[in-house]
């Protein structure tokens, strides 16, 4: 054929319904949990307070959910399989207010191409419902029927007239662990909603209308009741509440984590990465505790259409909302450890503004709004009652009544506090032990020291103005070419963290000053040491050049293990290692502490 003859013959046609719901079935609706969820969130929608999902062969064969919600007219049974029908969405604004679950129209219509459809609903008052019968797209039945009030959708043989998605679908065990998933998610979002599981004939799960904590424990285990950490905050921007398991109860796989925004579950894995590494100091690796983690916010403020399956978010300012969640995790966690909160290092505690108001008038630059309205991007500063005396406004006194309990106040009581045994003890001149009120804590005094010293160093390489202490006598070091050589090249680091160093010819160097936690006379082999610990660790840790230099400092000048500490310099480390950043780990990652609670200690002795 000629071009020619081509002219005025279209190449370009639209597709016929039964192809394009085919189509957009294999974006939303990937494997039966996709059935399952869209049928539930509807359900949600609906108001029902009693809602049942039923499968069968893993939702193969069937995936049924029953509800006693408003029920649909029968114009409106057949207009919910229609394309982009929806009752949600009126005009463009409402995309920016989203806060049912479905609403793109699309689902449904998906569904019934790729499956046989049985529908029975029918609202209160009505004298009978409708019964709507669609297999592969094409309506089967459309007639009255008895039923009850609420809605009745089975979905049977799914991708019956698709064989190919079919087959790729997983073994019915890995299938049914998908739907349990999607049926967590929404039984945990709306804890005012009786919900009931069946597969292949038995009831999985039966959760009547009842508190988070019953809720969680009935779905996990009643283990979870007795060792769930409780939340809450609240700013003009955000609300955040939830629940965090104490991290005993980790398992050696993902599936209990779970955040929600305006009642719908949702993923966004940047934010599941800082909450998950909080708990590090009471996990091991590969470990994942359980934390269910609700945010109420604006609806204009987050994107739910961004994701075919609607389960990634973006929030218009996701430094703000990062920060908040770290904040308010780590303070419950902080606080059901007992964990004295001496270091402000989180946002919140250093007056950081998150209202509404001041959000709205930024540009939507997360990181740009954050320095516009947090205290500005200079080196957050960790005050303790030891290096800046009552004026951080938590003395000795206020610390030991957090880590301790409650201080008497009658004669008799403080009489007995003066003589009470000491409150830190050193085993093997290696760990300091200390009673919490709710069990033992162990600290390795050389770890958290490495701790201590590294986020102090990274501090003073970014102070204008170090802090040096000036040697009475200049101290000249010989060093090799190739020590000299990465001297020359980490010179600009090591002067701001307060060492005075020139370079003569040579091979050698004259110290003139050096940081305030190096002993007067050490410093030659203090910096001689430094630099051989950085090559080995520019060999195997992929980290800036101050970082590796702030670890190779730490680790020399760190209080070493077998080294005999005074109750006094006890209390000083620990006061200092919770006013770190970072508290739990030392700067390569290994433990500072560890905890101990009673029951597991009475446990031991049983």
Same mark, same amino acid.
């Given at each position: 054929?000629?071009?020619?003859?081509?002219?005025?013959?279209?190449?370009?046609?639209?597709?016929?319904?039964?192809?394009?719901?085919?189509?957009?079935?294999?974006?939303?609706?990937?494997?039966?949990?996709?059935?399952?969820?869209?049928?539930?969130?509807?359900?949600?929608?609906?108001?029902?307070?009693?809602?049942?999902?039923?499968?069968?062969?893993?939702?193969?064969?069937?995936?049924?959910?029953?509800?006693?919600?408003?029920?649909?007219?029968?114009?409106?049974?057949?207009?919910?399989?229609?394309?982009?029908?929806?009752?949600?969405?009126?005009?463009?604004?409402?995309?920016?207010?989203?806060?049912?679950?479905?609403?793109?129209?699309?689902?449904?219509?998906?569904?019934?191409?790729?499956?046989?459809?049985?529908?029975?609903?029918?609202?209160?008052?009505?004298?009978?419902?409708?019964?709507?019968?669609?297999?592969?797209?094409?309506?089967?039945?459309?007639?009255?029927?008895?039923?009850?009030?609420?809605?009745?959708?089975?979905?049977?043989?799914?991708?019956?007239?698709?064989?190919?998605?079919?087959?790729?679908?997983?073994?019915?065990?890995?299938?049914?662990?998908?739907?349990?998933?999607?049926?967590?998610?929404?039984?945990?979002?709306?804890?005012?909603?009786?919900?009931?599981?069946?597969?292949?004939?038995?009831?999985?799960?039966?959760?009547?209308?009842?508190?988070?904590?019953?809720?969680?424990?009935?779905?996990?285990?009643?283990?979870?009741?007795?060792?769930?950490?409780?939340?809450?905050?609240?700013?003009?921007?955000?609300?955040?509440?939830?629940?965090?398991?104490?991290?005993?109860?980790?398992?050696?796989?993902?599936?209990?984590?779970?955040?929600?925004?305006?009642?719908?579950?949702?993923?966004?894995?940047?934010?599941?990465?800082?909450?998950?590494?909080?708990?590090?100091?009471?996990?091991?690796?590969?470990?994942?505790?359980?934390?269910?983690?609700?945010?109420?916010?604006?609806?204009?403020?987050?994107?739910?259409?961004?994701?075919?399956?609607?389960?990634?978010?973006?929030?218009?300012?996701?430094?703000?909302?990062?920060?908040?969640?770290?904040?308010?995790?780590?303070?419950?966690?902080?606080?059901?450890?007992?964990?004295?909160?001496?270091?402000?290092?989180?946002?919140?505690?250093?007056?950081?503004?998150?209202?509404?108001?001041?959000?709205?008038?930024?540009?939507?630059?997360?990181?740009?709004?954050?320095?516009?309205?947090?205290?500005?991007?200079?080196? &957050?500063?960790?005050?303790?009652?030891?290096?800046?005396?009552?004026?951080?406004?938590?003395?000795?006194?206020?610390?030991?009544?957090?880590?301790?309990?409650?201080?008497?106040?009658?004669?008799?009581?403080?009489?007995?506090?003066?003589?009470?045994?000491?409150?830190?003890?050193?085993?093997?001149?290696?760990?300091?032990?200390?009673?919490?009120?709710?069990?033992?804590? &162990?600290?390795?005094?050389?770890?958290?020291?490495?701790?201590?010293?590294?986020?102090?160093?990274?501090?003073?390489?970014?102070?204008?103005?170090?802090?040096?202490?000036?040697?009475?006598?200049?101290?000249?070091?010989?060093?090799?070419?190739?020590?000299?050589?990465?001297?020359?090249?980490?010179?600009?680091?090591?002067?701001?963290?307060?060492?005075?160093?020139?370079?003569?010819?040579?091979?050698?160097?004259?110290?003139?000053?050096?940081?305030?936690?190096?002993?007067?006379?050490?410093?030659?082999?203090?910096?001689?040491?430094?630099?051989?610990?950085?090559?080995?660790?520019?060999?195997?840790?992929?980290?800036?050049?101050?970082?590796?230099?702030?670890?190779?400092?730490?680790?020399?000048?760190?209080?070493?293990?077998?080294?005999?500490?005074?109750?006094?310099?006890?209390?000083?480390?620990?006061?200092?290692?919770?006013?770190?950043?970072?508290?739990?780990?030392?700067?390569?990652?290994?433990?500072?502490?560890?905890?101990?609670?009673?029951?597991?200690?009475?446990?031991?002795?049983?």
């Amino acid at each position: 054929m000629n071009q020619t003859e081509d002219k005025g013959q279209s190449i370009i046609h639209t597709m016929p319904p039964e192809l394009s719901n085919k189509i957009a079935a294999g974006e939303v609706i990937q494997r039966p949990a996709s059935v399952a969820k869209e049928l539930l969130d509807n359900a949600v929608d609906a108001g029902a307070d009693k809602i049942k999902l039923i499968v069968q062969q893993a939702g193969r064969t069937l995936i049924q959910v029953i509800d006693n919600g408003s029920g649909m007219t029968p114009e409106d049974a057949r207009l919910c399989f229609e394309r982009h029908a929806t009752s949600k969405i009126q005009s463009v604004e409402d995309l920016f207010r989203i806060r049912t679950m479905g609403f793109r129209g699309e689902a449904m219509a998906s569904i019934a191409s790729i499956s046989q459809v049985e529908m029975k609903t029918k609202r209160m008052g009505d004298e009978s419902g409708i019964l709507l019968e669609i297999w592969g797209g094409g309506e089967k039945r459309f007639e009255p029927v008895a039923t009850d009030d609420g809605t009745s959708v089975a979905i049977r043989n799914l991708f019956y007239n698709v064989p190919a998605r079919r087959q790729f679908l997983k073994t019915d065990a890995t299938e049914l662990k998908h739907i349990i998933r999607v049926f967590q998610n929404i039984a945990l979002a709306n804890t005012d909603i009786e919900f009931e599981l069946h597969a292949d004939g038995d009831r999985i799960y039966h959760l009547p209308n009842q508190e988070l904590k019953q809720r969680v424990a009935d779905i996990f285990g009643k283990q979870y009741r007795a060792s769930l950490i409780p939340f809450s905050e609240e700013t003009s921007y955000v609300k955040i509440h939830g629940l965090l398991a104490d991290p005993k109860l980790a398992k050696k796989s993902r599936g209990e984590q779970f955040l929600f925004v305006n009642g719908r579950p949702f993923q966004h894995r940047y934010l599941s990465y800082v909450i998950l590494s909080l708990y590090d100091a009471w996990t091991k690796q590969n470990e994942y505790p359980f934390y269910a983690i609700y945010l109420e916010i604006e609806p204009s403020q987050v994107d739910v259409n961004v994701h075919p399956a609607k389960m990634e978010v973006k929030f218009d300012d996701e430094r703000s909302i990062t920060q908040l969640v770290r904040s308010v995790v780590k303070k419950a966690l902080n606080e059901h450890f007992v964990v004295p909160d001496v270091g402000k290092s989180d946002f919140m505690e250093n007056d950081f503004d998150l209202s509404f108001d001041q959000i709205g008038q930024s540009d939507n630059t997360g990181s740009q709004h954050f320095q516009q309205r947090g205290r500005p991007s200079e080196p &957050v500063q960790f005050p303790s009652r030891i290096n800046f005396g009552k004026s951080s406004g938590q003395d000795g006194d206020e610390s030991a009544r957090q880590l301790y309990g409650e201080a008497e106040q009658n004669e008799e009581s403080k009489s007995r506090s003066a003589s009470r045994d000491k409150t830190f003890w050193q085993l093997h001149n290696r760990y300091i032990l200390t009673q919490t009120r709710t069990g033992l804590t &162990v600290i390795d005094q050389h770890a958290a020291h490495k701790r201590i010293i590294y986020e102090n160093t990274l501090s003073a390489t970014e102070e204008s103005l170090p802090f040096t202490q000036q040697l009475l006598f200049a101290r000249t070091i010989e060093l090799s070419a190739s020590e000299f050589s990465l001297l020359e090249e980490l010179l600009p680091i090591i002067q701001r963290m307060g060492f005075s160093i020139d370079l003569l010819s040579g091979n050698t160097a004259i110290i003139n000053g050096v940081p305030a936690d190096i002993d007067i006379g050490d410093e030659r082999q203090v910096l001689r040491d430094m630099l051989h610990q950085y090559r080995d660790l520019d060999k195997t840790l992929k980290l800036e050049a101050r970082e590796k230099v702030a670890i190779a400092f730490a680790s020399r000048t760190a209080i070493p293990r077998g080294k005999r500490l005074t109750e006094q310099e006890m209390e000083l480390l620990i006061d200092q290692l919770f006013a770190c950043e970072e508290p739990y780990k030392d700067p390569l990652q290994h433990p500072t502490l560890m905890y101990m609670s009673m029951e597991e200690i009475m446990r031991r002795f049983r």
